[in-house]
């Protein structure tokens, strides 16, 4: 357990040029200087774009679907993030010099600022994006609850910020289409959460090969049926219940929150979707990348 002190709602810091949630910033020499190993598996996604869903499979592809052993733990620590760092818990780099073998590793860094180890050891990493409208609202929600974030000021405030890049791990655009343009060059598969929703299993299907797997047609239904919103909800080990009340207070809005595409329907305002189309029009307009915002 590291010495960190936080008082709730740290500022946010910067490290490498990156907005990054105050206490992070404190163990990130040790983020830095990772050392990767060949059989590491990176799960990489900007916040609120899937994480943990994909977490939850992978981990279950790990252990043959069983069960009894993804309920060894909480997910955050069967699938340890990089760069966490919060007082009076274990810091991710931590947790994970413990791991023997066949780490999953989590990530928000963007692509260039991943420590290098991971690119000298080809590891295989799969990423997770997300459209950009529920990506900023799950994330306002998600800062509201996470008391480890500053104070998100309204939405208006908190979508304005967002479009600036000024929240934790920085620009949403910029990230995706790092990691995006990386994946021709790296041993990199990019998935959508809006794929994932649309059909479960045939995404699933691409991670498994992806790992060098197997798995029979009753496998996958069975993944799907362990995978969904609802059973990860319902699930103590897969819902963030178990985290201390002083990192995340589900009282203010459930880690599992909605789990659909479009739900910025309910959120933006008229003027608010256009000014987004327009950030987003603009920061597209460099790539081939491109994000379906309803089902
Ligand atoms: P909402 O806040 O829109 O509901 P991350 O794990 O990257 O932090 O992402 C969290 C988002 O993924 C939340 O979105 C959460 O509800 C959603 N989510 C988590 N598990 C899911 C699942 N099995 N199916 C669909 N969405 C899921």
Redesign the pocket.
């Known amino acids: 357990v590291n010495g960190l002190a936080m008082s709730s709602r740290p500022p946010i810091k910067y490290v490498s040029g990156m907005p990054i949630l105050g206490p992070f910033a404190e163990n990130w020499e040790n983020v830095k200087t990772f050392e990767a190993r060949e059989d590491d598996l990176v799960i990489a ?12 499979l992978v981990d279950l592809i790990i252990h043959g679907l069983d069960t009894e052993k993804t309920k060894r733990d909480a997910i955050f620590q069967r699938v340890a993030f990089l760069e966490y760092a919060v007082p009076n818990m274990l810091t991710g780099t931590e947790i994970l010099n413990r791991i023997e073998s066949e780490r999953v590793i989590k990530t928000h860094l963007p692509v260039e600022v991943l420590p290098k180890h991971f690119w000298e050891k080809n590891c295989k990493i799969i990423y ?1 994006a ?1 459209n950009g409208k ?2 900023a ?3 306002y ?2 800062y509201r609850m996470a008391i480890v974030h500053p104070e998100p000021g309204t939405w208006e405030e908190f979508l304005n910020s967002f479009m600036e890049g000024k929240v934790a791990f920085g620009s949403w655009s910029a990230h995706v289409k790092g990691w995006w343009n990386a994946r021709k060059q790296k041993n990199i598969l990019y998935l959508f ?1 809006e794929d ?2 649309e059909d ?1 299993k045939r995404e699933i299907q691409k991670v498994v090969t992806f790992m060098g797997k197997k798995l029979s047609e009753d496998e996958l239904e069975k993944l799907h049926q362990l ?3 609802q ?3 319902n699930n103590p080990m ?1 819902n963030y219940s178990t985290i201390p009340k002083s990192v995340m207070d589900h009282s203010i ?8 595409c479009g ?1 910025w329907k309910n959120q933006f305002t008229v003027s608010q979707n256009e000014q987004f189309n327009e950030y987003y029009r603009r920061e597209m307009a460099d790539t081939d990348l491109s994000f379906r915002f309803q089902d």
């Open positions: 996604t900007y916040p609120k774009s899937g994480t943990t869903w994909m977490s939850e997770v997300r529920d990506v609202v799950s994330y929600h998600f959460y994932m929703l479960p995978t969904s919103f059973a990860m909800k897969a809005s459930p880690f599992m929150r909605k789990g659909i739900d």
